[in-house]
């Protein structure tokens, strides 16, 4: 199976990205987490995302904060599909990162989750993933059943709260 491969800017982001880890290691899907910045370590960054089809990655994570650049540099020297978490926190609380993340310019695409949204980017990776994968498919479909019997369970409860 193909690698997601998790970037983050800072180690600080780390608690965010956490859930994107608890996802894929829950879907058995493997991956590589690395601490690369587009502004700090931009060299790294760019390396890795040069290489990472060769080394078996078919989707890559990035998140960052503030002047959240991370993603889009990756996704300028890749063509394998990037997702960008935009990290919330800074002074204007994550929208700086949100928009620096979201608002790619025509050519490079990077598919943008909500702010601290891991579990989802995760999710998105292994969608991808399972584009050629029928036995992880099977697995996403079976989650989105047992997720939706979660939502089930609690409509009973409210109609009985109330
Ligand atoms: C971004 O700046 C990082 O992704 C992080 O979200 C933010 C703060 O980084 P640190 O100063 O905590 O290392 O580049």
Known sequence: MKKVGIIMGSDSDLPIVK???????????????????AHRTPVEARDFAL?????????????????????????????????????????MDGLDALLSTVQMPTGIPVATVALNGAANAALLAAQIIAVEDAELAAKLDAKRASDAAVVLEKDKGITERL
């Open 19 to 37: 859930k994107a880890t608890d996802m894929l290691t829950t879907l058995d899907i493997p991956f590589e987490v690395h601490v690369y910045s």
């Open 51 to 91: 290489n990472a089809r060769a080394n078996g990655f078919g989707a890559i994570i990035a998140a960052a904060g503030m002047a959240a650049h991370l993603a889009g540099a990756i996704a300028a020297n890749t063509t394998l599909p990037v997702i960008g978490i935009p990290c919330k926190g800074g002074m």
